[in-house]
């Protein structure tokens, strides 16, 4: 499985980014999805997580209101809807797949990672 991370950017705090996660191969929809996300000097954080229909959906307490992760099987993609962006919010982005749908937030617990895009909030 690889994963394709795009999206990031530069925007100013109160802007919005939608990053997009295009996935390889025929089994996406087998796959729990999620969002993390490492700012410098920082442990990679749990961002969201969306299971396998997209039925349920999870959040850190930080984003939730704010960010709305969503996919599209059919595009074998996943999306992190990103609105009221602060500085803090300012980091590595990484989508993740679990082969095995656990729905953890455990960064250990998911098996392929994307390569990560950027998202700079200036203030």
């Known amino acids: 499985v690889q994963l394709q991370a795009s999206g990031g950017g530069l925007v100013q705090a109160g802007g919005s980014l939608r990053l997009s996660c295009a996935a390889s191969g025929r089994t996406f929809s087998t796959y729990y999805m999620g969002w993390f996300r490492q700012a410098p000097g920082k442990e990679r954080e749990f961002v969201a997580g969306?299971?396998?229909?997209?039925?349920?959906?999870y959040y850190v307490d930080s984003v939730k209101g704010r960010f709305t992760i969503s996919r599209d099987n059919a595009k074998n993609t996943v999306y992190l809807q990103m609105n009221s962006l602060n500085p803090e919010d300012t980091a590595v982005y990484y989508c993740?797949?679990?082969?095995?749908?656990?729905?953890?937030?455990?960064?250990?617990?998911?098996?392929?990672w994307g390569q990560g895009t950027q998202v700079t909030v200036s203030s």
């Open positions: 993740a797949a679990d082969v095995s749908a656990r729905m953890s937030a455990v960064a250990t617990e998911f098996d392929y």
């Open positions: 969306i299971s396998r229909s997209g039925g349920s959906t």
